[in-house]
């Protein structure tokens, strides 16, 4: 799969679908257990669903 991260994603964060998401997100870890949202990532073929 190709995909596109948003600005400022970094090595090290995490790429997730959330449950009854339809799009995958970049989430960053902060420690104890906490993260924080990046942003949509786009990945052609895993989009709206069919992930």
């Known amino acids: 799969y190709v995909g596109m991260v948003p600005d400022g994603a ?8 959330l449950p009854g998401g339809r799009v995958p997100f970049v989430l960053r870890r902060l ?3 906490r993260y ?7 990945v052609h073929g ?4 069919e992930a």
């Not at 090595?11 to 679908?17: F, M, P, S, T």
Request: hydrophobic share 40%.
């Open 46 to 49: 895993m989009m709206y669903g």
């Open 36 to 42: 924080r949202l990046v942003g949509e990532f786009y």
């Open 10 to 17: 970094t090595a090290g964060d995490k790429i997730v679908v």
């Open 31 to 33: 420690g104890s257990g």
